[in-house]
Each structure stands twice: as C-alpha cells, then as structure tokens.
DNA sequence: TTTCTCCATTGACAAATATCAATGATCGGT
DNA sequence: ACCGATCATTGATATTTGTCAATGGAGAAA
C-alpha cells in the first residue's frame, strides 16, 4: 500500500508541474499547506474509478495509467510522466473518479486538496486559462486516441502506441518498455495474444527491434507508414 | 450556403444557453455585441476539421451533428440540439476546430466571437466554473463513449446508441429518426450495412419497431440488457 | 536448487465485422 | 406521372480479431 514520506515544501520542489509557475508566492503557499505527499510500489492502484476525489495527486516521480474499467477489460487512456498532475473530469462535477490510476513503476506523488485548487481558478484567471488550455489538450489527445481506436486496423494501433511510448513517455529510442503486454493492449484497444502477434510481425518484418521489454525502432518511416494506412 | 438573417438581442433571446445566465447585463451585452445569426439547411456544412475559429456556435434551431473526419471515414462525436454552444478545444489551444459541424436538420444558430468569450472566463468566476463543469461533462460523455465503441460488441453500440437517440435528442420513444443510416454507422463505430443488419435483428426479435426512419424501442429493458453484455 | 507463479508466446479455431455487388425504395425536379 | 440521383436493404464472401488451450520462460520464495 502507499506509504507517507517526509514532505518537503512546494517553493523550493523541483519537480512542480509548470502550471504553478502561474501562482503567486502566497498562492502557492495555500497548495502547499493543503498537500502531502505519497510513495506507491509498482502495481499499486493510486485511486480507484467511482471513489471520491476530495484531491488530486500531482506524479513527481515513476510512471502511473490511467485507464477505464470498462465491460470485462480496461481500457488504458493515457501514461502519465512526472511532473505532471493528474486531475480527472470529476472534479467539476459529482466529486468522483471517472478513471482509475496506477503505479506501473514505484513512484511517489504529491496530493493535493482540490478546494484550495478550484479556488484558485476562482481567483487567478491566467491560471485558470493555463488550465482550461491543459484540459484543452487532453481532449484533443483523446479526440485522437478514440480515432485511432475505432478507425484503424491493429497494425497502424500499434504503431500510433509505439510511437507514443518512444516520443511521449520513454523519449528514446531504444527505449525499455517497463509496462506489460496486457498493458499495450490495454493502450491499443485489442486482445494480449493479438498485441504479442503484431509485435512479433513487425520484429520479422525488421520495423522493430524486440529483445524482451527492450524496444528499438529500426524503421520508423514504415511504422508511420503503418500508422496512416490503417 | 448559410444565410445570414434577422438579428434579435440575446437580452430578449428566449433560446439562450443557460449558461449565459451566469453573465451580468453588461457582460451579456459583450456577447451581445460580438454575434451574428445564420442559418442552415440540412446538409450544410457549419464549419470545418482544420479551418480557424475565430467565432463559436451557438445552436438556435435545429440538429446539428459534431464529427472528426478519420481516416476515410467520419466519427461522430455527437448530435446537438437547441439551445447549446458549440465550442472545442482549439479555443484555448491552436485555433482550429478539431472536428466538423453539419446540419442534419434546416437549422440557426448565433455565432459569437471567443474573444469576448474568453475575456469573461477571466473575469467572471461563476461563469468560468461554470463552462469548466461543462467541458467535464463532455468529457465524461467522451468515456463512455470510448469505452462503448472500443470495449462492445456491434449490438451493444447500436443498442447505447438507440438509448442516445431516445433520451437525449429526440426525447421521445417512437421518435423520429432523421439522421441517415450512415450517421448511425458513424455514431456507432461500424460500417452502414452492419448498422442495418443489426437494427433488423431488432425489429425482427420485437425489441424495436421500425418503419422507415420511425423508432419505436418496444422493449428497453431487452434493449438496456444488450447493452450491457456488450 | 527447486518449485511456484505470473507473464509471454504460439497455434488452431471460432466469432465478429467489413466489403462488394446487386437490388429496391424514396424524393425532388421536370 | 416520369426520371435521375441518392439512400436503404440484402446476400455472399473475405478479412479481421478474439478465444481457448497449451507451452515456455523468468524471477520470487522456500
């Protein structure tokens, strides 16, 4: 289960998400004082779907999903990187998780209370535009997952989740794929076996490099390639 | 093409957004000042996936549906009715709309300048909060619907889709169907033969009466089931 | 080291879904 | 009423994708 740890204050954090670099020194004062921070093992669930949210949780190290419970299996929305925060829909409206989130790898997080945080979008408009501007984002990010998922074959969904892992969360390439292949099933919208069968084409194929969780993108003109025929 | 016509006031507009209601007379008057009206045929394209939006929607009269253009074929994201604005996530990202409007009925709508809009985000919080809730909600609406076309089967697309229809936008049950056999296919994820096939199935178990673009749904709890086994 | 468990992999098969082609129905314009 | 165009329907078939079952492999616990 997720363990206390010794807090540090959010002046002096490196590892703040840059939207409170939009606050005032006593603005940001509130959110340290309604805030403490967490560490969670891999695997570990962060928050379940359908629980309430009295806070939001701000990841400040390892890497997290969030990902809907859906009808027998789940479906992966997004990884989530440090430093970002992690502020779902609920907030807004009935107090509730709309997802759950989980520790892929050990990771700690900053929770924060979410009054002190509406209050603020009350209060400070260029923070409160930096943070419609974020949610902006996601949903443009979503628009794109839900295109991917429900227009293009396996082929071009794996390649988009390849891509996504190498550019947005490994940011290399190689890069070492620490979640599991339920998990990229889980990203992509297909079966475990059909996810593995894929990988293995592309690795005969010479597009991908696999050794384990090792991945290498020999040929990414092919893969984007892939990735728009569908 | 759209067709420019008699201009009221929002003062006296009886088909305003009830979020207008948060705005003061003078901050509506803002509105009030920024906005023209149009008008549409069914058919008509409102704006389009790419192009800049300078000015957002709001629906008067009519049906309108909201759809990403996908690879080769269209997503619909969902149908509106009156009295609701249409706005997307390039207003505070890039400016562009992320997805294409169409009339699906003869329709009007007043379109008003973000700016303005924008500009009372910042200073009115109540307003703010309130527009926030509202994307939250789209946003939630966006879930389910990713989860029901990536996690279901056909006959529980086309089943939460007939539920869609029948309580959100027809409000009524029979109702009149007037978006095409194709739109139903892009709201629910499939191809148009399919979307047929599957509605036949119904009528032919008596779960819903059909006859042309009628819809009667004769057994929803039947219905709410097959939605639910996916 | 041995065992155990979980995850990954593979193959065979079944089910779901799309595509293609043909036909029927409907509706506005003449 | 007639015509042309678009939309709806249907059947046959091909493709895509999932499920089931079996096996392999790596790491944790004894």
Redesign the interface.
Known sequence: MARFIESHSCFDCQCKSSIFNFLSEPELGLINQNRYEVSFKAGEIMFKQGTPSPHFLCLTSGLAKLY?E????N?I?SLVRPVEYIMG?????DNRH??SAAAVEDSTACLVDVNSF?QL???N?DF??E???R??????F??E???S????QMH?RIADVMFYLSEKIYTGNPFEMTISRQDLADLS?MSKESAIRILKEFKDEGILHIDGSTVHILNPQQLKQIS?T?
């Open positions: 809907i859906g009808y027998g299996k479906l929305l829909p609920g907030i807004y409206t709309h997802y509406k979008i009350r209060t408009p409160a535009d943070f419609i501007r949610i902006s984002m996601m949903t443009i979503n628009f997952q839900v295109v998922l429900t227009q293009k071009g919208g728009q569908g």
